[in-house]
């Protein structure tokens, strides 16, 4: 599958040469999807040993589904080239589950600010008809970016900073680390008490 993505990836830098291409930060793939593995990966052996009305198998498919769903998300590609900013995603995600949009600079308006609920600050381009598009935020090289929508834009974006700092991440990480050694002994009793229980 990775050679698939840096075949696409180099096919798309080919056809479209000064086109700068942006991925979400190898550090936050890492711990969403150790953190999503941590969460889920003992359910299917804690089902066997309870005796849950769904079954280990289910619950297995359904973990891998999910798994490719995250993975498919965190795949977002952002693309910049002297035209526009686009917002992309491999072939074999369907658009039904992530869209992605493109939008000319000619056509961006003001680049605004919106508080999150957890009290983040995340910003949107709201282009000439209105519409509000996400600035990706958790892309390797956020700062050369926002130098180029300054530069295509003209808009000031010296006070634009990303979502979030690395080391909240290297803390989750730490975090989703120990529980993957939770998960270890969690898996290891269960199957323990399986065994006992044949």
Known sequence: MSTNLNLESQS???AQPNCSV???SPL???TLIALYLALTIPLPFLAQASSAPVSPGLLGLGIGLG?????GALSERVMVDEEKIQVTYPHWVPRFFRKGWTLPWAQIKDLKL???????LVYYFVSKSGTAYLLPMRVVGFARLVQMVEAKTGIDTKDVRPLAQPWMYLILLGL?????LIDAWTIATAL??????Q
Request: charged share 10%.
């Open 67 to 71: 798994f490719v769903a995250l993975y």
């Open 176 to 180: 989703t680390l120990l529980l993957l």
């Open 192 to 197: 323990s008490q399986g065994s006992l229980a």
């Open 114 to 120: 919106r508080t999150t609920g957890q009290g983040g």
């Open 12 to 14: 798309e830098q080919q």
């Open 22 to 24: 942006f991925r979400i």
């Open 28 to 30: 936050i793939r890492i």
